[in-house]
């Protein structure tokens, strides 16, 4: 099959999903086209079947901003006409599910694709609920053949809020099992041999919580020499550094900044601490998790469709510091509970999450959805009825 895909380029989870999900199904014979404003962050140079198209944009001094929506369109249309693509999916509905309904529509009818769209949190949460993108978000979900959600609490939310008449389809993000090990490779880079190793990962945004990380970090050193292993760059970063000042634990903590081979640090750590607002599913939990490593997280949103509590980790309320702490110090001072924890982390990763499972879960989709198209041009329908 050839299939378009779109998603954010940066270091998000989405991108990060959408990326090994193009990759997968390049390795299953499928022709991947990604159209993005960059090469995705994951993606490597070169890969069989994969082509990554970027997205031109000008800077005239009459836009305030680039239109990068209105040239991302354009290139949806232009790929998918040149390469006779039937199929697109879009990762996060702001812009690229609604960039992706406007390319569509500039193609003749015959060779207009399916949409997919894939919505994966904050397009729905944060940015589509804002009355900016309200009546966007919900045109691209009801424009789409099929809407996916990457957790059942993300489906229902968006059902709720948006008030659809078709149900949002969960597919659970996923990860390759080969690529997340338990080698402590990096371990005797990141902190002495008698220290306990914290880690945090993430993009360092407001939903994230970064400082309460530190927070935690400042009791949990009351009884355990530790040091804090922060991986990751945005606008937190700052308040998170000052809050270390504050509580004086500056010296314990190590930024690392964006890197992209995670799986080589996070089996170095006795333990991680994702403290957000909410997350839709929480990949670094899940990441986590494959590498035996416990999780702290909050119980908000989709995480505890991944997280189970008291077995691959505890889920504490929003803001609940001195519980985090409390689970923490619980982990890092008794080792039988850390393995245990650890390895039901990696047990539940593989067989509920594994990329061979759930792919085969988009490819049915896709299969679906196709049939579907194939006989809607077969009848000539007109208008064609997504
Ligand atoms: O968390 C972010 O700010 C990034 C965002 C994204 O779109 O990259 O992450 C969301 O999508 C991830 C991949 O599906 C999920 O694992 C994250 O839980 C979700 N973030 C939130 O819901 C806050």
Redesign the pocket.
């Known amino acids: 099959m050839k299939i378009g895909i779109s998603c954010?380029a940066?270091?998000?989870?989405?991108?990060?999903?959408a990326t090994e999900l193009g990759l997968a199904l390049a390795r299953r014979g499928h022709e991947i086209h990604f159209v993005t404003m960059e090469p995705p962050f994951r993606l490597p140079h070169y890969e069989p079947n994969i082509f990554a198209h970027s997205v031109d944009t000008i800077n005239y001094p009459l836009f305030k901003l680039p239109p990068y929506s209105i040239a991302l369109s354009s290139k949806i249309a232009e790929v998918a006409q040149e390469y006779d693509i039937q199929l697109w999916h879009a990762?996060?509905a702001i812009p690229n599910a609604v960039a992706a309904l406007l390319g569509r529509s500039m193609l003749p009818a015959e060779k207009r694709f399916c949409l997919i769209t894939?919505l994966?949190?904050?397009?729905i949460?944060?940015v589509g609920s804002h009355p900016s993108f309200y009546r966007a978000t919900q045109y691209a979900m009801e424009s789409s053949c099929a809407v996916t959600a990457?957790?059942d609490w993300?489906s229902r939310e968006t059902e709720r809020e948006f008030d659809l008449k078709e149900p949002v389809r969960t597919i659970y993000?996923f990860l390759d099992p080969t690529r997340f090990h338990t080698r402590k490779i990096n371990r005797p880079t990141l902190a002495r041999g008698d220290e306990k190793i914290i880690m945090h990962l993430?993009?360092f945004?407001p939903?994230?919580r970064v400082t309460d990380v530190i927070r935690v970090f400042k009791r949990i050193l009351d009884d355990v020499s530790a040091r804090l292993i922060m991986v990751g760059e945005g606008p937190e970063r700052l308040s998170a550094a000052g809050v270390a000042r504050q509580l004086g634990v500056e010296d314990r903590i190590s930024y690392l900044g964006n890197c992209a081979n995670v799986e080589d640090l996070l089996p170095c750590a006795d333990l991680i601490i994702q403290p957000?607002?909410?997350?839709?599913?929480?990949?670094?939990p899940?990441e986590a998790m494959a590498s035996e490593v416990p999780v702290i997280a909050t119980n908000s949103?989709?995480?505890t469709e991944v997280v189970v509590h008291g077995k691959t980790g505890y889920l504490c309320e929003v803001g609940d510091i001195e519980s985090m702490a409390e689970y923490a110090r619980a982990i890092l001072t008794q080792p039988e509970l850390r393995t245990a924890l650890g390895q039901a982390g990696r047990k539940r990763a593989l067989e509920k999450f594994s990329v061979d499972l759930i792919v085969d879960q988009y490819e049915h989709l896709y299969e679906e959805v196709r049939a579907r198209r194939a006989d809607v041009m077969e009848k000539k329908h007109s208008p064609e009825p997504w």
């Open positions: 954010h940066t270091t998000g989870g989405s991108g990060i999903v990762h996060y894939t994966h949190g904050t397009d949460t944060l990457v957790s993300l993000n993430s993009n945004r939903v994230k957000s607002e909410h997350e839709s599913f929480g990949l670094v899940l949103g989709g995480v």
